[in-house]
């Protein structure tokens, strides 16, 4: 079935710790999203790529970093978790900018 | 900045209508997204607007106004699937979207 993967589902971190958070799309979508949900803030970007090669900044990209190596593809990693990265982060994709966004099921991440 | 704003909740009966209002103060448009997100789980797609006017998906309408800064997301013949929150999410740059924090609408039967 064709969409987006994310892995894992959810996860439990030490602080200070090393994650990457896995996306992957079969869609051959252009562009690719990392966002994060918090209770009573909604979905903010966090990174996005418009084309393999490429990524950009969204609104709250500091404590993150991202790679585009390919289309399919689209980590997300966090150098060193801290506990206000508790989350649910979730991946998302697009044929084109106006296009809809498909979103992958999300990982619910907990920085201790 | 952006800014995006909807109810927090809303209640309605089975059957009923309900209509979630979303203002936007925004840098730039280039259109407007509704998307359903049950409890747990992912956001799906619901409508798209770029143009003024109504957009009509079977028990599902959206509105816009650009001009001032409003959009609307009609549900009709509410059923107890349709519990859920609506993100309304505008479109201020190529590829970026800024939800605002989503309306819970709930349905009693």
């Known amino acids: 079935i064709a969409g987006i993967t994310q892995a894992p589902t959810s996860q439990i971190l030490a602080a200070g710790r090393r994650m990457t958070l896995r996306c992957t799309q079969d869609m051959r979508h252009n562009a690719m999203y990392w966002y994060r949900q918090d209770l009573g803030l909604g979905l903010r970007l966090i990174h996005y790529?418009?084309?393999?090669?490429?990524?950009g900044k969204g609104e709250v990209p500091d404590g993150y970093s991202v790679s585009r190596a390919n289309t399919d593809d689209f980590p997300l990693t966090l150098a060193s978790a801290v506990p206000s990265q508790t989350s649910v982060y979730f991946c998302?994709?697009?044929?084109?900018?106006?296009?809809?966004?498909?979103f992958g099921d999300g990982t619910r991440l907990s920085i201790l | 900045g952006q800014n995006i704003d909807q109810p927090t909740e809303m209640t309605a009966t089975e059957g009923a209508i309900v209509q979630i209002n979303c203002t936007y103060q925004t840098s730039g448009f280039n259109g407007l997204f509704w998307y359903q997100q049950h409890a747990g789980e992912a956001p799906t797609f619901l409508s798209y607007n770029v143009l003024d006017g109504l957009e009509e998906k079977g028990r599902f309408s959206s509105f816009l106004s650009r001009s001032t800064g409003y959009s609307y997301l009609l549900l009709k013949e509410l059923q107890m699937k349709d519990s859920a929150s609506y993100l309304c999410a505008v479109r201020d740059g190529d590829y970026k979207l800024s939800f605002g924090a989503g309306t819970t609408v709930t349905v009693r039967a």
């Open positions: 790529s418009n084309t393999a090669g490429t990524t």
């Open positions: 998302a994709s697009s044929e084109g900018s106006n296009q809809p966004q498909h």
